[in-house]
């Protein structure tokens, strides 16, 4: 008897529909055969998934059974199958009402004793299920928390593969999960740390400012113990809010990497990553025999933080090029070929040399300039263009640090952030995640327009520091992000030389 069950296959971040085709009754030798270019964890289902059949107390095939994984050129990936083949199996035996069964997507990993273990990619299944028009899913519980968020579909927890059989003999009622059930419901993120504990720096933190209110990338320059990761660390609490298409992107994202502790179920956050400067190109920008979300996908309306920026591998930091001007990376292998999600805000720190002390007023740099050069050329000129704010942040004494008053705190700097971006949600539009830093050309041209003066102004910036057109059009944004924080309607000189004087390592230059 022919059985087919509706799954899906994860394929980078987004799920694409698979059908888990079962024959029984076949002549030929006994066993179950899967075929449709399964991996090594699919070929292992069998052995899983006869093992909780027997134990759950199905019946098991005792005939050749063919299990056909459709379409057969897409590779299949994972665990998430062992439900669906259990259940295709039991229906192929007569032990159940397929019917139950259409409109309906099953994904879960069987232990032996026919308990249910959760899977990757709730949330992109759900999303597909949507796209399709599909009524609803049945997955194990924890992924079925996930996948709860998406609305227009039915999405049903189990814990075992007893449950799901009787829920779809009509023995078990199940209601679908709520939104509001979900632990990944709306609601504030806790904070443990607040701006207010950083003192001094006021020049560092008006940056920071306006890095996060217009989405702008960037980097902290100053020796050692000046703050700079204490900063970066505290940006978080200054980045709006997620929409709940912008939290669906972000949780789907680190439900196709399998991250289950991100903290999100504590509360709406926006990522932040903070790999160590030993990560690999993989590791940071996606990739692996099936390509899967690196760094840049998992920081996705986040943040991205390198500390020690130069002493990352020079081939890592190239392919962020890419990312940081698209939005996206695409990762091509022979299996796949993958487009990730990747818009983020960079923020970065190092020290102006290699021993940390140049321009300190309290030690001196040993440094020759050839080592500076050769320390600061670790950053290529193409990636320096694509970092909007360069700011220093120099060292503070000892008197400074006693007699320094606690900082502004995040909750007055975070209302200010907050205005401006609402300023740019109606000029944009309301389109999802739309900030300055993502203008394009035609943006730049309705809304950071300059006058004649303010345009002479900043062609004599541009050849006396050597900017990039790629570095005049930042400019012009981050100019345009100021304008938005002052409540202004067109840009002012007193925000582009604010702009302009951000391109600090332009200006050593």
Known sequence: MLAIIRSGALVGVEALPVDIEVNTGEIGEFGLFIVGLPDTAVKESEDRVLAAMANTGLSRPQTHTTVNLAPGDLRKEGALYDLPIAVALTGALGRLDLARCDGMVLAGELSLSGALRPVRGGVALALMARRLGLRGLLLPTASAEEAALVEGVEVRGVRSLDEAVRFLTGELRLEPLRPEDSPFRRRAAPRDVDFEEVKGQQAVRRATEVAVAGGHNLLLIGP???????????????????????????????????????????????????????????????????PGPGEVSLAHRGVLFLDELPEFRRSALEVLRQPLEDGHVTV???????????????????????????????????????????????????????????????????DELRSARPGESSDAMRARVESARETQRRRFGGRTGACNAAMGPSDLRDHAALERAQGDLLQQAMERLGLSARAYDRVLKVARTIADLAGADRIATAHLLEAIHYRSLDRRG
Not at 238 to 256: C, K
Not at 374 to 382: A, C, L, M, N, Q
Request: glycine share 10%; with cysteine.
């Open 332 to 398: 091509s292998r022979a299996s796949a070929k993958v487009t990730l999600p990747a818009r983020l805000m960079l923020v970065a720190a190092m020290n102006p040399c290699p021993c940390g002390h140049l321009g300190d007023r309290l030690r001196e740099c040993r440094c020759s300039p050839a080592a500076v050069q050769r320390y600061r050329g670790r950053i290529s000129g193409p990636l320096l263009d694509r970092i909007d704010i360069q700011v220093e942040a120099p060292a503070l004494g000892i």
């Open 224 to 290: 050692p113990g000046s703050g700079k990761s204490l900063i970066a660390r505290r940006i978080p609490t200054l980045l709006p809010e997620p929409t709940a298409e912008e939290f669906l992107e972000i949780l789907a994202i680190a439900s196709a990497a399998g991250l289950r502790e991100t903290g999100m179920e504590q509360g709406w956050r926006r990522p932040f990553r903070a790999p160590h400067h030993t990560i690999s190109d993989v590791g940071l920008i996606g990739g692996g025999s099936m």
